[in-house]
């Protein structure tokens, strides 16, 4: 029977009993230094560092139903065979009969403990796993009890298929590349260490070990080892019926020396006699390395009970102290909830957009999109690095304003891609702006806009329309001047040629042109035609936005310096913004100038200018589109967000129905460009057309009813599913985000609510705490963890409905929490790091009223070191603490009361 998630504690820990009952609940364990498993209650799952080393086989969502060659412990008694993880021929067959094991599953962050209970056999097991945040290597302890009245001989079996190579091999030589392995035994454990790494574009020798070890409780040896899966599941045997394991045959010594066969980490642990209650310890490391000293090294750190509880408590402090960031509302399973949305940030830096069993797709790395939103929650957690993380990313912009879309490894190291003509994301050049901006908000470094960054060049010209035959290897991916120097520029100008390019670049309803796609990825068959005034709207927004930071920036900064190619996006007085012909050759004139090297001429600007030339320019687009996307629907309507590649509006009222997508509406309201009555009418059709409570909320789009080859693969996928119509939690957030900051809060808590309300109906959710990229139509959340949505879900809840955040590095508050986010005693708290310091802000709401209905009348600081609580001053309903007096603050225990009255 399936039952429900019971959170544990504050920290978010969560128990489900039964979890055999529900398909598809997978969870991550891993590292910061790379090691990234997967890992289902039964233990099935893989574990990777990167697309090329996999230490368990690949496995995708439909797999955790059928592979049964993953992780196992087996416990060898005179009764038979008993497998501690549940994976056994007989326990399959009595899945969902009373002779059923009972099974209880409890996790925390990156930790995951199932214990079992056998009436048949009288045994208990515990089965715990995790990943130590800084070594290459996952460990499972595995503690079995007698729970017979009468002693027991028990004989402990780990059993781990070793794939040891590449993900691609699975389809690509399988079979070859388990020759090309080389298994030895130790005397802990079995490694393979592959003679290459096969790839027929070019192999190469490999120098990576995988291997699985195991010590007994104590630190003793194993007995033995059966180092391939031939030798493990014997001549018609399976997994579920290993005859090593049934017919407990023999296990071969340390020292042993197997070529080219597919390996096992089986580990045959010597019999121990269990009294009754007596329980017996097994350790065991799955591990990734080049270091052949490492294995030893992690045995001696880890190889004994003690140890291993050691490493696992540093593992859950690690990761607890590094979600910084509490909440404490009216719902305590709220709360809980986003303690794991606050991780999930920390869990997609890692796997990027893979290595999920949903995530079955790309071979690790994030998209750039991707990369800059993380960045938002690292701001709210840990803004330390965050400004050289920003500048050096900005060097994967080209002059051209496209950017470089593959991401190495390591801080700003872009790929060049020679792959020809390179998609061009048209919504690519906007994030950067948006993530910069709240970095300077909340640190109040303004100056990193005249940070001077380099460009990124490869073959690539003319965004993304011309390659570039003059570039070779040795000019290097760092953009030139004509003399042949690297030519460096201000962040600012990298933003300004982002977004001006992105401005000339239109399309014939004078709309910016939809290119390879935008954010949404699924809209990828309308490159001639197509238009997106969703992200238009999102660049005027954010043109003004620009605008603003040059108009503080002109207090300092008289002389703005740019390459002097920008006199061709900057020409005044400004173009007729009308003029299709006129933007085409201004984008060709300045592409072209910078097609292959810069000059190194530079001009100057002065910033009050350019401030003006950027908000007349998002001043036209706003009133164009006011003026031409506006579907009117009786007294509602909404925004048309796209042209197809026959230049036909997508949206409107068809003859299947209403034909409305969200995105168009988010960015439209969140911009600025919605006016407030259009807010009203936009979230009444959303209401009418997209809200489905069941599903989780607000849907992406309507059911089109039509392949729609002009316009994206989205629409060849079931409506419901993924970019077609599912509740799309990314763009949900980012809807409710922009109704918080137009003032419409009831609006934007039911959108964010309904969504975290969504993930925890477990019954239907079918996912462990956090925010997945999607529910589909039946509620089921899918493809858990990894997903934008995460970021943007904390830094909507922190900056708009606690309304705690930065305002060019002094902290501003004005909380615009609704009446059922109190509890009972009238509060609501969010505890989170601010200027290097810690604060616990508390908003008191004693008579328990509505937002609208409240006003911020009084506030208070409290600190450590001083017992007087200081009356902090209030205008206008909010609260400024200025950086001189953050900067003055003790490290800790800050605390700020605000009172609603
Ligand atoms: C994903 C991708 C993101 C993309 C979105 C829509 O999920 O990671 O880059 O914009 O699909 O296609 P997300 O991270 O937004 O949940």
């Known amino acids: 029977m399936m039952e429900k998630i019971r959170f544990l504690d504050e920290n978010g820990t969560f128990e489900l009993r039964n979890p055999e009952a529900v398909s598809g609940l997978y969870f991550p364990l891993a590292s910061e230094t790379g090691l990234k498993s997967a890992i289902a209650p039964d233990l099935a799952g893989d574990s990777k560092l990167d697309q090329e080393s996999f230490l368990l086989e690949p496995v995708s969502i439909e797999d955790l139903r059928n592979s049964r060659g993953t992780r196992n412990f087996w416990c060898v008694t005179e009764k038979g065979c008993w497998s501690a993880s549940g994976v056994s021929a007989e326990q399959e067959a009595a899945r969902f009969t009373p002779d059923q094991d009972e099974s209880v599953l409890t996790a925390g962050f990156l930790w995951q403990t199932v214990r079992r209970t056998s009436r048949r056999y009288g045994l208990q097991a515990e089965l715990t796993a995790f990943v130590p945040p800084d070594e290459n290597v996952e460990i499972l302890e595995a503690r079995v009890t007698n729970r017979d009245a009468a002693p027991q001989r028990v004989t402990g079996v780990a059993a781990v298929p070793i794939y040891g190579r590449s993900a691609d091999n699975l389809r690509d030589h399988r079979n070859v590349t388990s020759m090309l392995h080389r298994i030895r035994t130790t005397k802990y454990g079995v490694q393979v260490k592959p003679t290459m790494s096969f790839d027929e574009k070019g192999h190469r020798e490999n120098r990576r070990i995988y291997y699985v070890c195991g010590t007994t409780g104590n630190g003793g040896a194993p007995a033995g080892f059966y180092p391939t899966v031939q030798e493990f599941v014997g001549e018609g045997g399976t997994f579920l019926h290993p005859r090593a394991v049934c017919e407990d045959r023999e296990a071969r010594p340390a020292g042993m020396e197997i070529d080219g066969r597919e390996a096992m980490g089986g580990i045959r642990f010597p019999e121990v006699t269990l009294g009754p209650g007596e329980t017996s310890v097994y350790l065991i490391f799955l591990g990734i390395t080049e270091d052949a000293g490492d294995m030893d090294r992690i045995l001696t750190a880890c190889g004994t009970e003690e140890r291993v509880h050691a490493a696992l408590e540093r593992t859950k402090a690690y990761w607890q102290d590094k979600v910084n960031v509490r909440y404490q509302t009216g719902s305590a399973d709220f709360d809980r909830l986003m303690r794991w949305v606050s991780l999930q940030p920390l869990l997609r830096r890692i796997y990027g957009c893979s290595f999920l069993p949903h995530h079955d797709y790309g071979r690790g790395g994030r998209g750039w999109r991707d990369l800059w939103q993380d960045c938002l929650s690292l701001l709210l957690m840990d803004p330390g690095g965050v400004g050289e993380m920003i500048q050096a990313s900005f060097g994967g912009v080209r002059m051209d304003g496209t950017n470089a879309t593959i991401i190495g490894e390591g801080l700003g190291n872009f790929i060049a891609d020679r792959n020809g003509i390179a998609r061009v994301w048209m919504d690519h050049a906007l994030w950067p702006l948006m993530t910069t901006k709240l970095y300077i908000d909340q640190t109040g470094d303004l100056d990193i806009l005249r940070a001077k960054v380099s460009y990124f060049k490869d073959p690539q010209a003319m965004r993304g329309t011309e390659i570039d035959g003059q570039w070779d290897p040795a000019y290097g991916n760092r953009q030139r001047t004509a003399s042949g120097e690297v030519y460096t520029g201000s962040i600012l100008e990298h933003l300004l040629i982002q977004h001006l390019t992105a401005f000339y670049e239109v399309g014939e309803h004078n709309i910016f042109r939809l290119r390879g796609a935008d954010w949404n990825d699924a809209l990828d068959m309308a490159t001639e035609r197509g238009e997106s005034v969703a992200f238009t709207c999102a660049y005027a927004g954010n043109l003004k936005d ?339 007096l953050l900067d003055r603050l003790p490290v800790t225990e800050n605390q700020i009361t605000v009172e609603l009255m």
């Open 546 to 884: 620009l605008a603003g930071l040059l108009r503080r920036l002109a207090e300092t900064w008289k002389n703005v310096e740019l390459a002097e190619e920008l006199e061709e996006l900057l020409r005044t007085p400004p173009m007729a913004c009308d003029d299709l012909s006129e933007k085409k050759a201004v984008l060709e004139r300045y592409t072209r100038r910078c097609a292959h090297n810069v000059s190194g001429g530079t001009i100057r600007v002065l910033p009050m200018e350019l401030a003006e030339n950027l908000e007349g320019k998002a001043d036209w687009l706003m009133e164009h589109i006011r003026r031409q996307e506006w579907i009117a629907d009786g007294r509602d309507g909404w925004f048309n967000s796209y042209y197809d590649n026959h230049g036909q509006p997508l949206e409107g009222i068809a003859e299947t129905g209403a034909r409305m997508m969200l995105t168009g509406q988010v960015f439209a309201i969140m911009s600025g460009t919605a006016t407030e009555e259009q807010v009203k009418a936009i979230a009444r059709s959303a209401d009418k057309y997209l809200y489905k409570k069941e599903e989780g909320g607000y849907r992406l789009n309507t059911d089109f009813h039509e392949l729609k080859f002009d316009m994206g693969r989205m629409f060849g996928f079931a409506y419901g599913e993924k970019e077609n119509g599912a509740v799309f939690s990314h763009m949900t957030v980012m809807y409710a985000n922009a109704l918080y900051r137009r003032g419409f809060v009831r609006e934007g808590y039911k959108a964010l609510q309904t969504l975290a309300d969504a993930a925890l109906d477990f019954e239907s959710s079918k996912i462990y705490p956090g925010i997945p990229e999607y529910f589909n139509a039946e509620g089921r959340g899918m493809y858990h963890y990894l997903t934008g949505a995460a970021s943007w879900y904390m830094l909507t809840v922190i900056t708009e409905a606690f309304g705690v955040r930065g305002e060019n590095g002094s902290l501003a508050i004005a909380p615009k929490l609704v009446r059922e986010q109190f509890g009972e005693a009238g509060t609501a708290s969010l505890a989170l790091p601010f200027a290097g310091k810690r604060f616990q802000v508390i908003a008191v709401n004693l008579s328990r009223k509505d937002y609208g209905e409240y006003r911020l009348e009084k506030a208070y600081l409290t600190t450590a070191d001083g017992p007087q609580m200081r009356r902090l001053p209030v205008a206008e309903g909010r609260v400024l603490l200025d950086r001189a």
